[in-house]
């Protein structure tokens, strides 16, 4: 097979073929369970007995890192296809938000109170109070309400740090299309290249270094952005694939995961498996899998006194959060979604926003 310059758009921006022509419901749903895989064996361990080149953690890095490159691709095409900044926005906020915040409800109202080690009144109170609201909505540790305290790793949903760093992204993509940047060559080069001097400085910091991954962000753009001028053979991929591979033998393991994954994600995305293409039809589970498995991985190590053998963890926790994914897409993220379509002069009338003055919405067409 040879893919030379997948992710044509029409004449409207959006991806030919519409979202079954290609893998990336695929390829996120497969990322998420990768995740889902890794966090079962570094919270049955605990993160301190685990090594900053240990393979399973690799792999769940790598699982992220490709999320991150379909983000950023999908995000400069969702920019691309989108009639304002606001629809932008609109849209970003639909398919992050609601979800999220149920997420969260969950996990603070019905996961915690049955989890936490402090008496009913007393957790409700320290949720609440200046300590407990710290950590919401992108906790970490939740010994401030108690929760999972006799646990390998204390974390309550250490996923949704990559949350607030996705949006930021996000608004560094708008920031770029509104000033007319976005698809100049330098642009996001010189983000990468920043981006990757403050990598050098904080590589050997494990918790740091994860800045890293607003890098898989900006690469992921860029493929998009430019993807008439590169070409996507099986040679180029499996040498890459190779690089990948031996690089594991090597401390430098992580760098050559930004040389090479985000070909290889953007390479598979676009494979003509007609399984693959329309993987998401029934719905699109990824994000409900991810902003949920951590608690439900917590609750079940704390019910079972951490007893469960890994194969046993990976299982029930996917299960488990597999339903709560349905639950989350077919309730919340399907019928949020279903409000995207409305027009500039829609949202602004439903948000009580001011029209644009015409030389500036004028000015907004002729740029895009």
């Given amino acids: 097979m040879k893919t030379e310059h997948p992710g044509a758009v029409t004449e409207g921006g959006n991806i030919s073929g519409g979202r079954f022509s290609n893998n990336f419901d695929f390829l996120r749903f497969a990322a998420a369970a990768v995740i889902v895989v890794t966090h079962a064996y570094a919270l049955r361990i605990g993160y301190a007995g685990m090594g900053m080149y240990d393979p399973v953690i690799l792999i769940g890095q790598a699982a992220l890192a490709a999320l991150l490159v379909t983000s950023g691709y999908l995000i400069a095409a969702s920019w691309e296809s989108t009639a304002s900044p606001l629809r932008f926005a609109w849209k970003r906020f639909l398919r992050v938000v609601p979800a999220l915040v149920i997420a969260i409800f969950v996990t603070l109202f019905v996961i915690g109170p049955l989890m936490t080690s402090l008496p009913r009144g007393e957790y409700f109170g320290t949720l609440f109070s200046p300590a407990g609201l710290a950590t919401v909505p992108f906790f970490e540790d939740g010994s401030a309400i108690g929760l999972f305290q006799d646990n390998p790793w204390t974390y309550v949903n250490g996923s949704l740090w990559t949350i607030p760093v996705e949006v930021m992204m996000y608004g560094v993509v708008a920031a770029l299309g509104i000033a007319g940047l976005l698809h100049r060559w330098g642009a996001i080069s010189a983000l990468a290249a920043v981006n990757i001097l403050v990598w050098i400085y904080w590589f050997d910091d494990p918790r740091m270094s994860k800045v890293r991954f607003t890098l898989y962000f900006l690469v992921g753009a860029y493929l998009y952005l430019h993807r008439e001028r590169i070409a996507y053979r099986p040679v180029i991929a499996g040498a890459l694939l190779l690089l990948l591979g031996l690089s594991v033998l090597t401390p430098y ?116």
Avoid: M
């Fill in 253 to 368: 393991v992580t760098v050559a995961g930004v040389i090479c994954i985000p070909y290889l994600v953007i390479y598979a995305a676009h494979l003509p498996v007609p399984f693959l293409n329309t993987f998401g039809r029934p719905g699109d589970f990824s994000y409900g899998i991810y902003i949920y498995h951590y608690p439900v991985q917590q609750v079940l190590i704390q019910v079972t006194g951490n007893a469960l053998l890994f194969p046993a963890l990976c299982g029930l926790s996917f299960l488990a959060t597999f339903a709560l994914a349905f639950f989350s897409w077919h309730a919340v993220e399907k019928r949020a979604l279903a409000a995207k379509s409305l027009g500039t002069a829609d949202l602004r009338r439903v948000l009580g926003l001011p029209s644009l003055p015409a030389p500036l919405t004028a000015w907004w067409v002729a740029r895009k």
